[in-house]
C-alpha cells in the first residue's frame, strides 16, 4: 500500500530496482558479477556471473503483485531460447576455455514503492535451448 506522499513505481523504475538489488543479493551469495546488460543475438542477459566455477547466465524478475503469475513464470520457452542464444555469443566472443554454463532466475518481490520484500533464486531454472 502506498503511503501518502509516496509515488507508485514504473515497470522500468521497478524493474531497474530489481537488477541492483539481484546483483546484490548475489555478490552476497558467493556469485562473481562479470557484466551486466549484456547484448548479443539480439537478446539481453540481465547479469553474466561466476559461481562455483560455473558460468551463470541470470535473468531477473522483478515484480510488485503475483496476482497474475509468479515471476519466474514470465521466462518463458521463447524468452529461454533468446536467453541461450545471447549466452552463447557471450562464450563464443569471451570465453577461452570450456566449463560449464548455468541459467538462474532471480525473483525479486517489490512493494509498489520499490521496496524490496523479498528475492529467491532459482538455480538451473532452464536449460539452454
Do not use: C
Not at 77 to 97: H, L, P
Not at 116 to 123: A, L, M, R, S, T
Amino acid at each position: 500500500m502506498l503511503r501518502r506522499g509516496q509515488k507508485r513505481k514504473t515497470k522500468q523504475e521497478l524493474a531497474r530496482i530489481g537488477e541492483e538489488h539481484a546483483a546484490r543479493y548475489l555478490r552476497s551469495r558467493g556469485y562473481r558479477i562479470v557484466e551486466r546488460n549484456y547484448r548479443g543475438a539480439g537478446a539481453e542477459v540481465d547479469i553474466v556471473a561466476e559461481h562455483q566455477g560455473a558460468l551463470v547466465f541470470v535473468e531477473v524478475k522483478a515484480r510488485s503483485t503475483t496476482e497474475f503469475a509468479e515471476p519466474h513464470q514470465s521466462v518463458t520457452f521463447w524468452k529461454q531460447r533468446q536467453i541461450a542464444r545471447a549466452a552463447a555469443t557471450y562464450v563464443a566472443s569471451r570465453e577461452r576455455r570450456e566449463r560449464m554454463t548455468r541459467f538462474d532466475v532471480v525473483e525479486v518481490f517489490l512493494t509498489a514503492e520499490g521496496r524490496v520484500e523479498k528475492v529467491n533464486v532459482i538455480e538451473g531454472a532452464f536449460e539452454g535451448a
